[in-house]
């Protein structure tokens, strides 16, 4: 599977939207590590595991009209802006097709990529980071919010 119908077969599943630049590395990012699929490389960055090859997909497909990127206020988590990435209905069918096909070759992987996808998708983002820092601390090496996951994992009971 191709990284472009891995993506399209994630908003699919995510209903056509994610909220969130850091929701969606980090949701490719534990699909590649816990489902085994997708090619992207990822490094450290300042906020956990970052690809450079995703930034580069997401920007083709804006570029194509496959994906809107609207930035809007998040008061709740202060997130300030956010990016609420929007599948365009030609990429949520080749992610039907693409998910579709791989519940017929696939039926065990499919199914855990429904549910990683239901599970990180609706997240408290605050959450998926520690989560995310906790169990791939070498994705962690270059944060700059150590600080504020330190109280998020105090909060969660994840210390």
Known sequence: ME??????????????RIKGATRLHKLMFLIQQEVGLG???FQPSKYGPWSPDL?????????????KAE???????RE????????A?????V?????????????????????????????AITYLIVYVYRRYPE????????????EWQRIYKQD
């Open 139 to 150: 994705y962690a090496l270059n944060s700059t919010i150590w600080d504020k996951v330190k």
């Open 3 to 16: 990284n472009f119908e891995l993506l399209a077969a994630v908003f699919y599943l995510a209903g056509g």
């Open 80 to 87: 300030r802006p956010v990016k609420i990435f929007t599948a």
């Open 95 to 123: 992610g039907k097709a693409t998910y579709e096909k791989l519940r017929r070759v696939d039926p065990p992987t499919a199914l855990l990529l429904r549910h990683k996808v239901n599970l990180y998708s609706r997240l």
């Open 71 to 77: 930035e809007v206020e998040d008061n709740k988590y």
């Open 55 to 67: 930034e580069e997909l997401i920007g083709k497909l804006e570029a194509q009209g496959l994906l």
């Open 89 to 93: 209905p030609n990429l949520l069918e």
């Open 39 to 41: 090619r992207f490389q």
